[in-house]
């Protein structure tokens, strides 16, 4: 039996005690107290109704209590324990419960003194699991449902997939349509695998090809293409929230992400198996695979930290937040971050398991790492060798010091000591002098300071003290400091904190106008007389007095002190070795410089924005998320919904990510397929099978084709997980071959195309519109991979200013999926397109319809630049015939000829308006920037 620890009310939250079950069923509790709260509070606190998300027919529940996030009892504090406060409240308003006559005294006792003994509850009582019992369509079991029989529309079924959709259709009373035309065949299959079109050639070719297989050949060439990773890796990096900079104020850029982006499109391009994805995602470091943690880590990330420790610390929750948002919405479909203040108000999923999910990430920290773990065997070798070599020339070098140390150095013998930052005495012939004049010709770093300027007479006063009338006056002083105006440099007072600063780099003069004319032989000046700061020194300086004749004298200078040096000169032992040995210290020494050169340069490794990692200390659940209101520790874990994750407490931190990660991936999962397919089948036919992507909880849509749904995601994991073979299966279906053209039945039952008695047309995205422009203008860079080009000028400060780029060259004509992404920021032109920025996860991207939009395709420079460069092209190879130039431009951007009326009108706008007219009419026509 556990008995469960008191907790006073003056006791901090992060000292409470967590309350814990007992060992053995308690009797009393279900002969006594049981009966009660099932009389008084199972209406509202129970299976069918569960307010204020309190479940008072759990011992858990009882426990964790509800969104007030407070359990419900204080063993052995009767008073204290808020199921006593509640149903003995004045005010019947508060008093629970509600409504009835409410818990009698008899019934009052019984529950003061089960708390007053510690409140002992059983390991379990009934009604335990059912928080976690859920009819909820996408936490069953997957299951393989045989594909149906045709139906009554004499469609030749030969793919499941059809079978399942010529099911429904007949059901709501529709037929497939038609195939589209082979010409638009291929062209939305180029666009939706490879993200631009067909060239004209391989357009015409697949029309001529009569074989029955030509379609699918082209069907696998398109997944064997190197640009298919590079589009489908953009529906990924959407999800993963990436970018290329931190976001927030400052905004800086992360020099090493673009390694993880890569690892997507090498991923997809080699059909990694989806399973071996998620799991390098979360635990790459584990896999051999170091780059894919990138994932953990893409999402903004603010730099500025609070000297306030609350903001510090919720700012530390964000970032753990954003993880645990981004792998559940992206691997699972769910919104988990939802239970970060209280437990899901939809969904089975409890308070204590999102916290649960946060120590699995408790030990990830934003920031690069060495992208290889182990240097090859033959650069180990060469390290070594180098580093035996630099070990013998330091011996020979530390003999010739050794050597260099019993003789004097010559030339610094006659000069005084370099000037310090604590004191500096001048001394010098007594003169007349009525103004002093200091000079700095250059400082040890930044704005020269003084402390304290002192000129003492012949009888040693020091004359020019601001109370004795003496003032001061300077060429410059550094604006906002008080600690730093010019009444310091005489105000007897010394040190940092009442100082002068020149206003300019390493120069600047002040002088003191004494009272009256005096004799004087010595000036004291220092930089900090307490020696706590080194920086700002004068190095270099000039003290001049003015005569009764009312000329400048010099009376001292840094020209005869020692060369300042905030360190030792590590050469100067070079200065009194003889020929000979200055001869061989100066060779050892070049030795050693390109040796040093040599073992940076093998020993360096490439860095990679993905994360750093550090065993955790304990994770506690926090009181409606308030970082400052601890509660009790939570193990790493998961969701009980879908099946228990038990971790130690001190498990091991790589330990944590691989676990959930393998929990994910596992294929009693039945969220983890289901979400990928329904994915897949988004991004080819345009809407997922499950309307809401990033949501298959109670808030989300129920799927319009549940058993297809499901024989996806079983056809999935059979076939390792391969999304290829998913796509293929899509793509070669009469569902995703049919026309797109509307019929006047099908927009009456279903004009949002729910039941896909068409293929929906859809406007291109951001990406493959500009990429597809390029493309066929004939400008596209289709260099692969490396790190970004820019589509935004950078000003470089403190914080990072960006400016939308007007003019484009060739640097900025690769695949858009290898732009350097800045967050809140946007290029000029497709980033009016619905671009996200990498904020936050996006599933699904809006599809706005703005006029910033026709105008920016229409009259920017980027679309008149590839206009010109496409015209130029067309002229170019067929220069005397206008009519293959119009052809030619219509098969590359609209993927058919024309046909003899905009033939007609396209000669009449070449005539009028010349030929880069004519082609930015066809990029601004809806058959170039839609996919029909």
């Known amino acids: 039996m556990v008995w469960l620890s008191p907790r006073t009310a003056a006791s901090s939250p992060s000292a409470e005690q967590p309350l814990s079950l007992s060992e053995n069923s308690s009797a009393y509790f279900v002969k006594e107290v049981r009966p009660i709260l099932q009389k008084h509070c199972f209406e509202c606190h129970g299976t069918e109704k569960v307010k204020s998300s309190l479940r008072l027919d759990t011992s858990e529940g009882i426990l964790l209590g509800g969104n007030s996030g407070e359990p419900l009892i ?47 509850l059983p390991e379990s009582i009934e009604g335990d699991n059912s928080f976690y019992e859920t009819d909820h369509w996408a936490f069953q079991k997957v299951q393989r449902p045989a594909p149906p029989i045709a139906g009554k529309t004499n469609t030749r079924i030969e793919n499941p997939i059809d079978a399942f959709i010529d099911y429904r259709l007949v059901k709501e009373g529709l037929t497939l349509s038609p195939e ?35 379609y699918s050949i082209q069907v696998e060439a398109a997944l064997a293409s190197p640009r298919y990773g590079e589009r489908w890796a953009r529906h990924w990096l959407d999800i993963a929230r990436y970018a290329d900079s931190n976001g927030f104020e400052t905004n800086r850029e992360r020099k090493t ?46 730099i500025v930290k609070s000297p306030d420790i609350t903001l510090t610390l919720m700012q530390r929750q964000n970032e753990l937040d954003d993880m645990i948002h981004t792998t559940s919405t992206a691997f699972l479909g769910l919104t988990v971050g939802c239970a970060r203040c209280h437990t899901h108000k939809f969904d089975p999923i409890h308070q204590k398991e ?35 070599r630099l070990t013998s020339i330091e011996m020979e ?6 050597a260099a140390e019993l003789k004097p150095d010559k030339t610094q013998q006659t000069k005084r000591p370099q000037v310090s930052s604590r004191l500096n005495e001048e001394l010098f012939d007594s003169v007349k002098a009525k103004t002093i004049r200091f000079t700095v010709l250059a400082s040890s770093s930044g704005q020269p300071c003084l402390d304290e300027l002192e000129v003492f007479d012949d009888g040693g006063n020091n004359v020019a003290l601001a109370s004795s009338g ?84 010099r009376i001292a200078d840094s020209n005869n002190r020692a060369t300042f040096q905030n360190k030792p000169d590590p050469l100067a032992f070079l200065n009194v070795l003889n020929d000979s040995g200055r001869s061989k210290a100066e060779s050892l020494l070049k030795q050693k410089e390109n040796l040093r050169g040599e073992l940076k340069r093998l020993s360096k490794r490439n860095m990679v924005w993905a994360g750093q990692f550090k065993q955790p200390g304990p994770t506690h659940r926090l009181y409606r998320g308030d970082p400052m209101e601890k509660r009790e520790k939570t193990p790493p874990g998961a969701l009980r919904v879908i099946k228990p994750l038990l971790m130690d407490e001190d498990e091991a931190e790589e330990q944590r990510r691989l676990k959930l ?70 793509l070669n279906s009469r569902t995703f071959r049919q026309s797109s053209k509307p019929t006047p039945m099908g927009m009456d039952k279903d004009a949002g195309g729910a039941w896909l008695w068409r293929y929906t047309p859809r406007r291109l995205s951001a990406e493959p519109m500009r990429d597809s422009i390029l493309f066929t203008s004939g400008a596209l860079d289709l260099k692969m991979q490396g790190p970004g080009f820019y589509l935004l000028d950078v000003q470089v400060e403190n914080v990072m200013h960006y400016f939308p780029k007007e003019h484009f060259g060739p640097n900025e004509f690769r695949r858009m999926v290898y732009q350097t992404r800045i967050r809140q920021e946007q290029d000029a032109i497709f980033g009016a397109f619905d671009c996200p920025d990498g904020n936050q996860v996006i599933s699904n991207r809006s599809r706005s319809n703005t006029p910033i939009q026709a105008l920016n395709l229409f009259n920017s420079n980027f679309i008149l630049q590839q206009s010109e460069i496409l015209a130029s092209r067309l002229q170019r190879n067929f220069p005397d015939s206008l009519k293959q ?17 905009e033939m007609k009108i396209s000669r009449a706008l070449i005539q009028s308006d010349g030929h880069a007219s004519f082609c930015r009419a066809l990029y601004n026509s809806s058959r170039f920037i839609f996919i029909f």
């Open 74 to 120: 204080q063993p052995n504090a009767p008073s204290k324990s808020y199921l006593i406060q509640k149903i003995t409240h004045e005010d019947s308003e508060e008093r629970m419960p509600p409504n009835g006559p409410g818990v009698s005294d008899t019934e009052q006792k019984i529950l003061l003194q089960w708390i007053a003994q510690g409140a002992q």
């Open 180 to 214: 589209a035309d082979r010409a638009t065949t291929l062209r939305r299959l180029f666009l939706v695998t490879k993200g631009i079109p067909p060239t004209p050639k391989e357009l015409l070719s697949f029309q001529e090809d009569s074989n029955e297989s030509s």
């Open 257 to 302: 992400a673009w390694h993880y982006r890569d690892y997507v499109i090498n991923a997809l391009n080699t059909n990694k198996p989806y399973d071996q994805f998620i799991e390098e995602q979360l635990a790459g470091d584990v896999l051999g695979e170091d780059a894919a943690t990138g994932f953990l880590v893409a999402g903004p990330y603010d």
């Open 354 to 388: 999102y916290y649960s999910m946060q120590a699995v990430f408790a030990g990830v920290r934003h920031g690069e790492r060495p992208f290889e773990k182990k240097l090859p065997e033959d650069t180990q070798k060469s390290i070594v060798h180098i580093e035996s």
């Open 397 to 402: 070098l530390g003999k010739l010091k050794k």
């Open 470 to 553: 003496a003032v001061a006056s300077a060429s410059g002083t550094l604006p906002g400091y008080a600690i730093h105006q010019l009444k310091h440099i005489n105000d007897g007072r010394t040190g940092n904190a009442s100082s002068w600063i020149s206003n300019s780099s390493g120069s600047g003069w002040v002088e003191i106008s004494l009272l009256k004319e005096h004799s004087i032989q010595k000036i004291v000046w220092s930089r900090d007389r307490s020696g706590q700061f080194q920086d700002r020194i004068p190095t270099r300086y000039i003290i001049e007095a003015r005569t009764q004749k009312d000329e400048w004298i």
């Open 661 to 730: 990660a393998q929990w994910i991936t596992s294929k009693d999962n039945p969220l983890t397929a289901r979400v990928m397919v329904n994915r897949i089948w988004h991004y080819v036919m345009g809407q997922g099978l499950v309307r809401t992507p990033g949501d298959f909880g109670a808030n989300g849509v129920a799927p319009t084709h549940p058993l297809l749904l499901d024989w996806l995601a079983d056809e999935f994991m059979r076939n390792d997980w391969s999304i290829k073979h998913i796509q293929r299966l899509i």
């Open 885 to 901: 130039q119009i052809e030619q431009a219509f098969l590359a951007l609209h993927g058919k000829r024309p046909d003899e009326h």
